[in-house]
């Protein structure tokens, strides 16, 4: 996945996050951006409050940076709450270290680290620093909030460019820009003042949305190459030039190409027999270099390697086709469950990841290249259903990736338990499931442990109260859009003895995760479907006479459906439950509605049964 950052971004990760409290308030949070037409000086100056022991967290400050881009002028002091300073912060005390991740392979990030620690509370830590910039793309991305788990009482940002620089200015949740005139410069500013951030609410929407933001983009910047940004087609051109002479590949791998496609009629067998092979003779890592960020490493560094990031695999797929006549499309997108809305009428990077489209007569295909698990013309939950920019020369455009349907997202189970008679409780489960759980079960068997895979089944809730002895994943082709499930193991007793009846509690039943709606904040955002169908066979020692509290009912609203019916089988009762999500936005004032709907179909799945 694409990794970039820019110095003002990763500033906003300075400090570690801990519970709402009173540990700490951020005093003062001023950053200030001079833009000389061709460069940029970022400069930050902060001013943090540490209440007590627990808020010395905010205190471990973390500044982290590109190598040739260091941190300058750097300043640290300890005062007092009456203004008196306690010390100054030694140039020995500061750290230098570099920032490694378990999937990155090169990095030129770094990060400086100090402690600014005092034993009597309150006290006050003031630090600042500036940092030069040659390679960007947009002059600012401020989000006025230092830590959103604490107050912040004032954020500042002045922004000074030359005299009619022509900028592009998005603000959200924020007064307009005062802006004078001085000297040749324009200068603009922004302040925020006691911002404290909305509580978090399931179902809201990506925090893009909804947080106090100011982004500036200029009509021409520089990153690797100039570029402009009036519009995507111009932002695209930027991309294009960067990536138009990185698809050659090695003789030997032309060979390989022709080798394995010459005798192939069909043009989408072709492609996928070309996405096979890369998936596998190439692996995932993680590159984070500066120039590295955006542009991706040419086609021959993979053919040599057989590694690359998301942008140098897709390239890397990208020339395999070329190389047989398909074109195929470099597309920019943002990667995530929840996915951050495209602004478009704001012409900027707004992605973190690259994937392949290929435009066909009939139809498009989307290739995912990072994963060795995905399949052919498949795109996951985490890039279905949203903008994407894909890359041509003077035709790049944003369009729609395909949308998850209910059926895509189905996780049907069959489970049988049984039930002696000291209530002892065995069961089996055998699932068939698509969508997100399938996007995150489907590389089990090439990437995880028996005992990872056991824990993560656990963690994830697959069987409620459940400890599993055995279980097997598997799929019925490497292009499956499903997966197959089957799991055995033991339960705590969901069974009690009364007389010689049995109060049963539901098996895998459905869990309420909701807040009452009492002080929605957030629209309501079902940003992924829901769509569990589960057969539950509960057998007992002796047939049943009788069943008492269960019934069968059929709940509707306009967010989705939930419907349970049940029959009796000599010793068994077999039960059909189904609920349905639809994936949609709402305004808050119908989160009661949603939640009233599901709560109602969570308390009739919990519902204790009497058997007779």
């Known amino acids: 996945m694409l990794k970039y950052l820019t110095p003002f971004f990763l500033t906003l990760i300075n400090l570690v996050c801990i519970a709402q409290s009173n540990d700490a308030e951020v005093l003062k949070f001023n950053t200030s951006v001079d833009y000389n037409g061709r460069n940029i000086k970022e400069s930050y100056e902060f001013e943090i409050q540490i209440n007590n022991g627990a808020g010395t967290k905010y205190a471990e400050i973390e500044i982290y940076f ?3 881009n260091p941190p300058k002028d750097l300043e640290a002091e300890i005062y007092d709450v009456f203004g008196n300073k306690i010390r100054s912060l030694k140039k020995k005390e500061i750290v230098t270290t570099t920032p490694w991740s378990s999937s990155e392979f090169h990095t030129d990030r770094r990060i400086q680290t100090f402690d600014l620690i005092h034993n009597r509370f309150p006290y006050i830590i003031k630090y600042s620093y500036s940092i030069n910039i040659n390679n960007y793309i947009s002059l600012v991305s401020w ?3 230092l830590d959103p788990k604490i107050k912040t009482q004032h954020s500042k940002l002045t922004l000074q460019v030359p005299e009619d620089t022509p900028l592009n200015i998005f603000q959200q949740q924020m007064d307009s820009a005062k802006v004078e005139h001085i000297e040749g410069k324009d200068i603009y500013s922004w302040n925020l003042d006691n911002y404290i951030t909305p509580k978090n609410e399931s179902y809201a929407p990506h925090i893009n949305t909804t947080a106090p933001t100011v982004e500036v983009m200029p009509k021409n910047f520089y990153y690797d190459i100039p ?6 087609i111009d932002f ?8 138009k002479n990185l698809e050659e590949l090695t003789p030997s791998e032309i060979k390989k190409v022709h080798q394995l496609t010459d005798t192939i009629s069909n043009i989408t067998d072709k492609i996928k027999t070309l996405y096979h092979y890369m998936q596998d003779n190439t692996r995932y890592i993680l590159v984070s ?3 590295g960020g955006l542009v991706p490493y040419p086609a021959t560094y993979v053919c040599s390697n057989r590694f690359g990031d998301c942008k140098a695999l897709s390239n890397y797929m990208r020339a395999l086709l070329n190389e047989i006549g398909v ?3 470099y597309t920019s997108i943002y990667s995530g469950l929840k996915p951050a809305p495209v602004n478009a009428d704001f012409p900027s990077h707004q992605s973190n990841h690259i994937i392949l489209c290929v435009p066909m007569q009939k139809d498009t295909i989307w290739l995912e290249c990072t994963d060795k698990t995905a399949p052919f013309n498949y795109l996951g939950s985490y890039t279905q259903n949203r903008l994407a920019l894909t890359i041509q020369e003077n035709k790049s455009q944003l369009v729609q990736t395909p949308k998850h349907n209910i059926n895509n997202a189905l996780e049907s189970y069959t489970t049988h338990v049984k039930i002696n008679k000291e209530n002892n409780v065995t069961f089996d489960c055998k699932g068939k499931v698509k969508g997100n759980e399938f996007d995150r079960l489907k590389s089990f068997d090439t990437q995880l442990s028996s005992k990872d895979k056991e824990q993560y089944i656990d963690h994830i809730g697959l069987i409620g109260k459940a400890d599993i002895l055995d279980f097997k994943i598997s799929r019925p082709n490497r292009d499956s859009t499903w997966l197959n499930i089957d ?4 339960s705590q007793s969901i069974s009690q003895n009364i007389g010689n009846k049995h109060l049963l509690q539901p098996f895998k039943s459905l869990k309420n995760y909701l807040e009452e709606p009492k002080e929605r904040v957030n629209d309501l955002y079902i940003f992924y479907p829901i769509n569990n169908c589960d057969t539950l066979i509960y057998e007992f020692p002796e047939n049943i006479k009788e069943v008492k509290g269960l019934t069968e009912i059929t709940i509707d609203s306009p967010f989705g459906s939930y419907s349970r019916s049940f029959h009796i089988k000599e010793n068994k009762l077999i ?3 189904t609920i349905q999500v639809n994936q949609g936005y709402y305004p808050k004032e119908k989160y009661k509605d949603f939640y009233e709907f599901y709560i109602k179909s969570v308390n009739t799945d919990n519902q204790k049964v009497i058997i007779n």
Not at 236 to 242: A, F, L, M
Not at 487 to 490: R, V
């Open 66 to 68: 590109q190598d040739k």
């Open 143 to 145: 989000n006025p909030i």
């Open 227 to 232: 570029g402009t940004a009036s519009s995507w």
């Open 236 to 243: 695209g051109n930027w991309k294009y030039e960067i990536i």
């Open 289 to 291: 270099l500066e120039e």
């Open 327 to 329: 074109d195929s499309y």
């Open 487 to 490: 799991l055995n193991g033991t």
């Open 575 to 577: 039960i059909c439950r």
